[in-house]
C-alpha cells in the first residue's frame, strides 16, 4: 500500500515565524488533503488538495502530484496553530485514505 | 459542521467485554470509516463501509467488527476488549463530490 512520511516529525517556532511541512507518499493518488488537530483533539480539515495550490488566509499548500509530495505553509504563526498536522492521501482505484504520523508545530508568544 | 456524531465519547471497561462505538451521519454520505489513533501511530484505518452491508477491512482490523444495517449508522464492535484497543477512535464520511474526509469528534476507550 501506499507509505506517507511527514516531515519534520517536531516543528518549535516564535509567533510570527514562518514554516513549511512536507508531506511525502509513495504512489499516485486521487485524494490528499491536510488535518490540523488542536489541543482538544478535533480534527479540522485544512486542504483538500490533490493537486495544484490553495490559500486560505494565512495558510496555504501545494501538491505536486508528479513528484509524489505536498507541502503544507504557515506564514505569520500563531499559537493557536499550535497541535498536530496531518497529511492523508487515497490512492487510485481505492476510497482508503492513508494518514502520515503528523508534524507536532508549538508556537510560542 | 459534516453532521456526523459519535457515541459514547468517553467510556472505560475491563478487558473481556464487549463494546459497541456508535458513528450517525445526518447527509446520507455513502462512505463512512472508523479509525483509531494511538501515539506514534497517526491514525490507522479500522474499518470502512461503502454502503449499506457493504464493509471492508482496513490496516489494523483484527479484535474489531463492523455494521451498516442503514446509511446513517456506522457501528464498530469490540467482542472482547483488550488493553491493546485502548486509544481513540474516530468516525469519518466521505463526501460523494470531492471525495474529502470529515471526522466525527472522537470516542476515548480506556480498557483496564
Known amino acids: 500500500g501506499i507509505q506517507v512520511e511527514q516531515s519534520p516529525p517536531d516543528l518549535i517556532l516564535q509567533e510570527g515565524a514562518n514554516s513549511t511541512l512536507r508531506c511525502n507518499f509513495s504512489?499516485?493518488?486521487?485524494?490528499l488533503q491536510w488535518f490540523h488537530q488542536n489541543p482538544w483533539g478535533q480534527l479540522i480539515n485544512l486542504f483538500y488538495?490533490?493537486?495544484g495550490t490553495k490559500q486560505n488566509g494565512r495558510l496555504s499548500a501545494t501538491t505536486v502530484a508528479t513528484e509524489r509530495y505536498s507541502l503544507l505553509y504557515i506564514s505569520s504563526s500563531q499559537t493557536t496553530d499550535s497541535g498536530v498536522y496531518f497529511c492523508?492521501?487515497?490512492?487510485?482505484?481505492?476510497?482508503?485514505?492513508?494518514f502520515g504520523t503528523g508534524t507536532r508545530l508549538k508556537v510560542l508568544a | 459542521d459534516a453532521g456526523i456524531t459519535q457515541s459514547p465519547r468517553h467510556k472505560v471497561t475491563e478487558t473481556g467485554t464487549p463494546v459497541t462505538l456508535r458513528c450517525h451521519q445526518t447527509?446520507?454520505?455513502?462512505?463512512m470509516y472508523w479509525y483509531r489513533q494511538d501515539p506514534g501511530h497517526g491514525l490507522r484505518l479500522i474499518h470502512y463501509s461503502y454502503g449499506v452491508k457493504d464493509t471492508d477491512k482496513g490496516e489494523v482490523s483484527d479484535g474489531y467488527s463492523v455494521s451498516r444495517s442503514k446509511t446513517e449508522d456506522f457501528l464498530l464492535t469490540l467482542e472482547s476488549a483488550t488493553s491493546s484497543q485502548t486509544s481513540v477512535y474516530f468516525c469519518?464520511?466521505?463526501?460523494?463530490?470531492?471525495?474529502?474526509?470529515?471526522f466525527g469528534e472522537g470516542s476515548r476507550l480506556t480498557v483496564l
Open positions: 469519518a464520511i466521505q463526501t460523494g463530490g470531492t471525495g474529502e474526509l470529515f
Open positions: 447527509e446520507n454520505h455513502r462512505y
Open positions: 488538495i490533490p493537486s
Open positions: 504512489d499516485s493518488v486521487n485524494n
Open positions: 492523508a492521501v487515497g490512492g487510485t482505484g481505492t476510497y482508503k485514505y492513508i
